[in-house]
């Protein structure tokens, strides 16, 4: 792994908040074993091995039934390690692949039969070279028929030049980690209030409220600044939020976060069981198991 790489904590603390049942730890990965699942040679970092066996018994620590897993930059769209998590995971997980615009039909029916059913964009620059918005759009007309979504993860400065590509895809669109709103700036100002309007417009558009390690400029334990901003999505749209751990938490450079204690951030940007019920329950299995 790169020599800056934070491993995951292997010891996190027991959550004081427990998840209801059929909870879903909505964002997720796994890094190879790399022995097994060789990472991406055009990737941009090296990670340490997190794989399922790791993910699966976090996910029973921490008091989830459910995972679903997202690929990431490191595996490229060699989905092999995605799709072994999920044929060892007795159905408990779905996933969120990465495709090529060479993919063949026969290729996305194999991940559909997998458990996969959502494919991933990524526009953050430091991770991966941006693919031409045609042929994005040319892979979301693909697996629109699928009933698949399309995740997006950019940063909040690049939502002005991207907000016309999200909303004029034909899928429910995921948007990851909310944006990755600045939280030093105003929850109400104009930046936040950009995605929270775009979201109000198009009612095929969801967000992940996870992430407030990633996003706090306060730090931990409580990551305070993120709540706010957070709790705001989950309040104005309880029916399309969804949360997750995002174990092993890829590129963190100034702490690793303990997922215990992300798991009691929940309460706390979802103040009431209705609210809790909806994010970690309702609405991930309304998105990935509904058949």
């Known amino acids: 792994m790169d020599a800056d790489w934070i491993p995951f904590d292997p010891n996190p603390s027991k959550p004081r908040f427990r998840p209801l049942p059929g909870a879903v730890d909505a964002h997720c990965h796994v890094f190879g074993p790399a022995a097994a699942f060789p ?18 018994a976090l996910r029973d620590f921490l008091g989830f039934e459910r995972n679903v897993v ?46 996969v059913r959502g494919t991933r964009f990524n526009f953050v620059r430091r ?24 995740v997006v993860y ?53 967000s992940k409220v996870s992430c407030p390690e990633r996003l706090s400029l306060a730090g931990p334990p ?16 309880p029916d399309r939020v969804l949360w997750g751990t995002d174990w092993p938490h890829p590129n963190m450079k100034s702490h690793m976060p303990d997922d215990g204690k992300l798991v009691d951030f929940v309460p706390r940007i979802a103040t009431t069981p209705e609210l809790q019920r909806r994010l970690l329950v309702d609405n991930p299995m309304r998105l990935y198991w509904k058949e």
């Not at 055009?42 to 790791?54: F, H, L, V």
């Not at 709790?231 to 104005?236: A, D, H, I, S, W």
Request: aromatic share 8%; hydrophobic share 40%.
């Open 39 to 56: 990472y991406a040679p055009e990737r941009k970092y090296t990670p340490c091995d997190a794989p399922k066996e790791k993910l699966f």
């Open 70 to 115: 997202v690929q990431a930059t490191c595996h490229g769209n060699d989905n092999r390690a995605l799709v072994d998590a999920l044929a060892h995971s007795d159905g408990r997980a779905r996933g969120v692949a990465s495709v090529a615009r060479t993919v063949t039909d026969a290729e996305l029916a194999a991940m559909h039969a997998a458990g």
């Open 127 to 150: 991770l991966v070279d941006f693919t031409p918005r045609e042929v994005l759009s040319e892979i979301a007309a693909r697996i629109a028929p699928l009933g698949w979504h399309v």
């Open 154 to 206: 950019f940063e909040a400065k690049d939502l002005p030049e991207l907000e016309e590509f999200f909303t004029a895809l034909p899928t429910t669109v995921v948007v990851d980690h909310m944006g990755r709103p600045d939280v030093g700036k105003p929850v109400d100002g104009p930046e936040f209030e950009r995605f929270v309007s775009m979201m109000r417009e198009h009612p095929n558009i969801w």
């Open 222 to 237: 409580g990551y305070d600044d993120v709540v706010p901003f957070a709790k705001r999505l989950v309040e104005t749209f």
